[in-house]
């Protein structure tokens, strides 16, 4: 089958032997697909991460937004240490900003995120005991779910709840939450959400979960189905595991028969599952830009391939849009000093290869039935 994708000169940059790799059909010019309307056409939610100052600062990458995503999350600004400068202080003046870009945008919310170990203010580490630990969390809940009660569709209640390097045989991070209430922490936070919120999808995050031939995250799944399935038999309200999607450029890595395994797994626990933060790490790629953009589309293509297979996949966001607000730029630079290229439009906001790869992705993944 002749597979519509990336065009020739795009797949010879990549290195890739025509020989070798899929039959690259000559696509007509790149042109600037709707990717959220798209992703409805086949009933999933196409969205991207931001920080509501790159759009009020920036027309073209709002307008850009505005056509391609029907979801957006927030990078950074529902995180503790955004929303919690002081003990009992919150502020959330970049958070309802945030909101009000969605909303005048009709965009839906993935909220991020409610629990992790990261992102915490200083003043948490005293605070969260194991007295005061259950209060500090469920208030910290119930108030920020409360706020936006109705407006946001999904929430990343507990991310990277799982860290096998820690050696516990639930495979569970000892992080200051578990330390301060033990592994019932989990639950907890996603009662509390529900309690604020019961019309929204309650999400379990993690990364390192995606890849068939690295073996730590082989047995990271393992160790994930046992915790949703442990969390479905205690009936917590979870409705969703979230896999990251920070995708690795470079050596040829596997997703295939694993993957599409364990999403069948997660699906037959009657779970959603999201793609909340897909990109590509693109430092170790070298060569032409054209070479560089071609191995990424082609890591897009295959993973979206594979997942979007799976009917309970039901949303796909990138984080970022544009290779103008990207972290990684300062979380994981080139060595060779050059712009990193991790998402589908370019840092001018013009489509790359990328935006073809997801294009076609969407265009041959099954439709599956619409959720909220
Ligand atoms: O806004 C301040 C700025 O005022 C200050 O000058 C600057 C230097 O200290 O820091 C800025 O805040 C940074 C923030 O990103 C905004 O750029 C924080 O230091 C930095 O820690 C923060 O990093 C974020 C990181 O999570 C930690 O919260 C990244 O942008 C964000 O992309 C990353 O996202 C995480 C997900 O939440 C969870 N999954 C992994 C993913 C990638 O690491």
Not at 284 to 309: N, P, Q
Request: aromatic letters at 8%.
């Amino acid at each position: 089958m002749t597979r519509p994708g990336l065009s020739r000169r795009a797949a010879l940059a990549a290195g890739l032997s025509l020989a070798s790799a899929p039959a690259f059909a000559a696509t007509p010019a790149l042109r600037a697909a709707s990717l959220r309307v798209l992703a409805a056409d086949k009933g999933v939610i196409f969205g991207a991460a931001i920080e509501p100052e790159a759009v009020d600062s920036d027309f073209g990458f709002e307008t850009l937004l505005r056509r391609q995503c029907a979801s957006l999350a927030p990078e950074n600004v529902m995180k503790w240490n955004a929303l919690r400068p002081t003990r009992d202080g919150f502020d959330f003046t970049r958070a309802d900003r945030f909101m009000a870009i969605a909303h005048d945008q009709g965009a839906q919310v993935h909220g991020h995120c409610l629990v992790w170990h990261e992102a915490l203010p200083s003043w948490v580490e005293a605070e969260l005991t194991p007295r005061t630990g259950r209060a500090l969390l469920t208030d910290h809940i119930a108030r920020v779910v409360g706020r936006y009660a109705g407006h946001i569709q999904a929430w990343d209640v507990v991310n990277e709840a799982v860290e096998r390097n820690d050696r516990r045989p639930d495979g569970l991070r000892i992080s200051p939450w578990f330390k301060a209430l033990g592994p019932d922490y989990i639950a907890m936070a996603f009662h509390a959400a529900h309690a604020a919120d019961p019309a929204a999808t309650l999400v379990l995050s993690d990364y390192g979960l995606e890849y068939d031939d690295e073996s730590w995250m082989v047995e990271k799944r393992g160790t994930m189905l046992a915790l949703l399935r442990s969390l479905k038999a205690a009936r917590v309200p979870i409705h969703a595991l979230a896999l990251q999607g920070h995708l690795i450029g470079g050596r040829p890595r596997a997703f295939g028969a694993g993957l599409r395994r364990f999403l069948a797994e997660v699906a037959d626990l009657g779970l959603e599952i999201h793609i909340t933060e897909l990109d590509v790490d693109d430092r170790k790629i070298s060569g032409s830009l054209d070479r560089r953009d071609g191995v990424v589309a082609e890591i897009y293509r295959t993973f979206l391939d594979t997942v979007l297979d799976e009917p309970a996949v039901t949303r796909v966001t990138t984080w970022g849009l544009s290779d103008r607000y990207t972290s990684k730029a300062g979380m994981f630079p080139r060595p060779d000093g050059q712009g990193v290229r991790p998402l589908p439009f370019d840092a001018d906001l013009r489509p790359k290869i990328v935006v073809q790869a997801i294009t076609d992705a969407f265009a041959v993944a099954p439709r599956r039935r619409a959720r909220r």
